[in-house]
């Protein structure tokens, strides 16, 4: 899962980025309404962690116009406005939660996962391919009734080759998930995720098999035996 968080708070921000990395998930982080932007027309996120006193919008009228844009993902408003009219405020504009300042990062880490747990079906929270099933919100991966032992990059990985089951994922798409802003990955990066994520996977009657497509990506697709 990404997650993108626009919070003008310097200290908050690392704070909030580390809590959510050590839950295994990916975050891009802003301090401005514009910057949160054009980070949108670029990247698919799943959820948006999102303050509302930011210095360059107010986060209720940014709230209201992403989802006059169709912004349909997951909106968590993080905020120091705990006065009931306010919070109604921001969920009438569209936010699907709201957390006041301060808190506790167990709870907003729990407050994410029942997001997830709520997304729409199409968001697929469970994912089948082959033998294989991926649970999106608990991050659990399961082979009949056996659970796989994947660390957070590898889960990672696995998501998002089953999420194209049958289709090749170019090389350059799974280096962009696999990155955050500004954090470059060496260039042989992927290919040692493949080949440890294929390793763990091999020992379980998975019937999915990882195909390098030479020159293009890589391909999950199901086997026959």
């Known amino acids: 899962m990404r997650i993108l968080l626009i919070e003008d708070s310097f200290r908050l921000r690392e704070l909030l980025c580390e809590a959510i990395r050590d839950a295994g998930w990916k975050i891009d982080a802003f301090a401005l309404a514009q910057e949160g932007r054009l980070a949108l027309e670029g990247t698919d996120y799943d959820l948006m962690l999102l303050d ?18 169709k912004v349909q993902m997951p909106v968590l408003v993080l905020t120091a406005r705990g006065a009931v009219d306010e919070r109604i405020a921001g969920l009438d504009a569209g936010a699907d939660d ?14 994410i996962r029942a997001l997830t747990r709520r997304a729409p079906v199409t968001a697929m929270p469970v994912l089948e391919f082959a033998a294989l099933q991926y649970d999106v919100a608990s991050r659990r991966v399961t082979c009949g009734d056996e659970e796989i032992a994947l660390a957070p990059s590898e889960k990672g990985l696995l998501e998002l080759l089953m999420r194209n089951g049958g289709q090749v994922v170019p090389k350059p798409k799974i280096e962009h998930a696999f990155s955050e802003f500004g954090d470059e990955r060496s260039s042989n990066a992927v290919e040692l995720a493949v080949s440890r994520l294929r390793k763990k996977l091999d020992g379980h009657p998975t019937k999915a098999l990882i195909e390098t497509v030479r020159g293009v990506g890589y391909m999950m697709r199901e086997t026959r035996g």
């Not at 107010?58 to 844009?69: K, N, V």
């Not at 957390?99 to 407050?111: D, S, T, Y």
Request: glycine share 10%.
């Open 52 to 69: 509302l006193g930011l210095p360059d919008e107010d986060g209720i009228a940014f709230l209201r116009s992403l989802r006059a844009s």
């Open 98 to 111: 709201y957390l006041v300042k301060p808190f506790h990062n167990g709870e907003l880490i729990a407050r």
